[in-house]
Nanobody, 115 residues
Framework: QVQLVESGGGLLQPGGSLRLSCATS????????INWYRQDPGKQRELVAT???????NYADSVKGRFSISRDIAKNTVFLQMNSLKPEDTAVYHC?????????WGQGTQVTVSS
């Protein structure tokens, strides 16, 4: 059974930085892609960033230039570096992995940006 465990969320002021981690229970290469989604109550779930098995990355327009997705192959971990955080970045951030049509989700980690 695949497990994804997120960590790194917290409360911080606008303009701050945070790095989220997503630890997977098997090799990152076993997934077609690993993604970070976010959802705030009352809003639609948003795909924030993607990294493919080949290492290609993609970002939502709302975070381009501020967020960066990366991975540590040896540690089976994907990171989301978030800089210049804004109040509108407040949400629960979920790690998602997919492989041949099957999807796996982590439990989520709360990020709150507030002054």
């Amino acid at each position: 059974q695949v497990q994804l465990v997120e960590s790194g969320g917290g409360l911080l002021q606008p303009g701050g930085s945070l790095r989220l981690s997503c630890a997977t229970s098997r090799s990152i290469y076993s997934f077609d892609s690993i993604n970070w989604y976010r959802q705030d109550p009352g809003k639609q779930r948003e795909l924030v960033a993607t990294i493919t098995a080949g290492g290609n990355t993609n970002y939502a327009d709302s975070v381009k230039g501020r967020f960066s997705i990366s991975r540590d192959i040896a540690k089976n971990t994907v990171f989301l570096q978030m800089n210049s955080l804004k109040p509108e970045d407040t949400a629960v951030y979920h790690c998602n992995a997919n492989n041949m049509g099957r999807e796996y989700w982590g439990q989520g980690t709360q990020v709150t940006v507030s002054s």
